[in-house]
């Protein structure tokens, strides 16, 4: 199916991570032209990027954390290709090392929420100035912002409440957003794709962990983790004007069907496959 993708411009932020990498294959493929963020990574992503093969696709250093940085890689995306039709908020971080709230550090709160959710705020302020400055698009076809927050923003996550929190703060955007970007595009949708446990760069280590699988799924009846792709197929389905015109203000979660109760026993959970199915990554 024509998912009304091509051609159209998508930035995506934290385009040099596992979901962001995934984001940007998956938009590719459907001949978006894309606008991709990286800032400590950038060099890694501009060197995937001219392997890749990728048309009509740059690579742009943003911080953000940083608004006039942020607003930047939406300049370039205007001088590159005139306008953005489908921005993704991706950028994230979570700090590994569990600590209850009153052991975590200042610094670690601060850049969690900073990344997380003042980052979040800064690429769809600077989305929509963007959106202000260029109008709808000309078939009418509705612009589209979407945020990746997390499962532990509806359950919480124990030893990382700072993640937590910025994350469950996308959910008091997305029910503000989605009634002001129509003040710009009256067809313009933003929701939220909220991933369970996925495996990627940030989150392996912390999987190979031995019982961390097994807690894990046993929340969840898909005694499965999820892969990248999976968050960036939400993703395509969200931004295509064709799959989700009449969708917006909706929170779409890849977790397995998690639930914040166990559902599995212990000895019904082979970890041991689970790890092996999702290294195939």
Known sequence: MDLGLSQRVVLVTGASGGIGRALAEAFAAEGARLVLTGNEQIGELERWLHGAGIPDA????ADTTDPASIQAAFEAARAQFGRVD??????????????LLHEASVD???DNLSTNLLGTIWTARAFFQTLAHTGPHQDGSGASF???GSTAGRFGEK????????????????RTL?????????FARVNLIEPGWTVTHMARAALE?????????????LRQLGRAQDVARAALFLASPVMSRHVSGEVITVAGGMEGRTLWDSDRIDEDSIRRRARDV
């Open 108 to 110: 670690r709160i601060r």
């Open 209 to 221: 962990q031995p019982g961390v699988i097994e807690r894990v799924v046993r929340t969840m009846p």
């Open 178 to 186: 989605k009634n002001e970007i129509v003040e710009l595009d009256p």
């Open 58 to 61: 740059i690579a742009v250093r």
């Open 146 to 148: 979407a945020m990746i």
């Open 86 to 99: 489908v921005a993704i908020a991706n950028a994230g971080k979570w700090t590994p090392e569990f600590a």
């Open 159 to 174: 030893g990382h409440a700072e993640y937590a929190a910025s994350k469950s703060g996308m959910y008091g955007l997305l």
